[in-house]
């Protein structure tokens, strides 16, 4: 079976760099070669995305299993949506290899609930999976556009990086599971004990801003709700994202 893909860059202490739906490990270049000056980054492609395509991404514990392994001892995992679920995941399935946690864009439960109303609907969730069906690359063409919508940037940087994201598109397979995985992980009543950096846009149409109030109450300390970033702050605020992960990084 073909490899996991990962590229790494830079020396110091690791950190393992996971992506988000239906994108790849290019979306890190805006602050990839800041976190490189000071780093050991480890780049990956999830199972069933760019250049690890090959593989089946499947539910959240078979990505578990199938990153495990390329998680240094004493990483810190940076995680932005999807990626973020998955990083809380592996916390909990190797607390060995890591240190903590940077959370970015992402959630301790996607989907909103009864007694869990900081997410989306499941309406919203269903749609984007009737619309694969008909449009995939459309519609992750679409959800690309929706995670800058209400930001102040140049749209032809976010053209170029969607288009070097899409030049090595998720399989249709991948972008299913990856929903399921965004559907049905819950870690609301399972906070990771690692040390954990949430960064949250207060602009985010995916993830709302009542989050940053309801993670204190599971024990949470650093929390950064940055006022003008919506679901992608290191593209469209990327010295804002690196001055918040450097102090979080230099404490721990």
Request: contains cysteine; hydrophobic residues 45%; proline residues 7%.
């Amino acid at each position: 079976m073909k490899a996991l893909y990962t590229n790494t860059t830079g020396q110091g202490r690791p950190v393992v760099l996971l992506h988000g739906w239906g994108m790849n490990s290019r979306i890190w270049q805006p602050v990839l070669p800041v976190l490189a000056q000071s780093a050991r980054v480890t780049c990956i492609d999830l199972p069933g995305h760019g250049h690890s395509r090959k593989l089946p991404l499947g539910i959240l514990e078979t990505a578990i299993d199938q990153l495990a392994d390329h998680i240094p001892p004493g990483a810190f995992i940076m995680g932005w949506s999807l990626g973020g679920l998955i990083a809380q995941g592996l916390a909990h399935a190797v607390p060995e290899r890591v240190a903590g946690l940077v959370l970015i864009a992402s959630t301790p439960k996607f989907v909103a609930s009864g007694g869990w109303p900081h997410g989306v609907t499941a309406d919203l969730l269903g749609n984007f999976g009737r619309s694969l069906q008909t449009d995939y690359l459309g519609t992750v063409r679409r959800f690309f556009a929706l995670q800058f919508l209400s930001t102040k940037i140049d749209s032809r940087v976010v053209n170029a990086l969607r288009e070097t994201i899409m030049a090595h598109p998720a399989t249709l397979a991948a972008l299913e599971d990856g929903l399921n995985i965004l559907g049905t992980a819950d870690f609301s009543q399972m906070p990771v004990r690692q040390p954990s950096l949430w960064m949250l846009g207060r602009l985010d149409k995916l993830i709302p801003a009542s989050l940053a109030d309801a993670l204190p109450e599971m024990g949470y300390k650093h929390i950064a709700l940055l006022n003008s970033a919506a679901h992608v702050p290191f593209v469209t605020h990327p010295e804002l994202f690196m001055e918040h992960v450097r102090a979080f990084l230099d404490e721990h």
